[in-house]
């Protein structure tokens, strides 16, 4: 399966999808988007393919949205792609591309809706809550 994650090494939920995507037996292409950000097409098209408004993947807690006035209701995509441009950060993060589907993925098991369904082995985050049980079951 061809599965792309748009990562930051730094972000434990990045972390932990990483960890999920590769726990279930599939080696992703990493993106490391802060190096290497997805074009303004691409964005629109990840957004698109997501079902949700460019506004909604932005990391609203960095101090650039409201730098760049994003927090007005009326800013638009073109301010959006703009202030993305000069500070990738304000992607919101992991998404996740895979055949079946993009998402982003907060909290990082959404990943789990976009994976093939296979027995897994039992699988914890980093803080050590459980996603997949010692049954092979999503816990949440």
Known sequence: MDVVIYHNPACGTSRNTLALIRHAGIEPHVVEYLKTPP??????????????????????????FAQMGLAEADASDERILDAIEAYPVLINRPIVVTPLGVRLCRPSEVVLDILPETPMAPFAKEDGEVIIDDTGRRVR
């Not at 629109?44 to 960095?62: A, C, F, Y």
């Open 39 to 64: 074009s303004r097409a691409l964005l629109l098209q990840l957004v698109e393919r997501m079902g949700v408004r460019l506004h909604d993947i932005l990391r609203t807690k960095q101090p650039e």
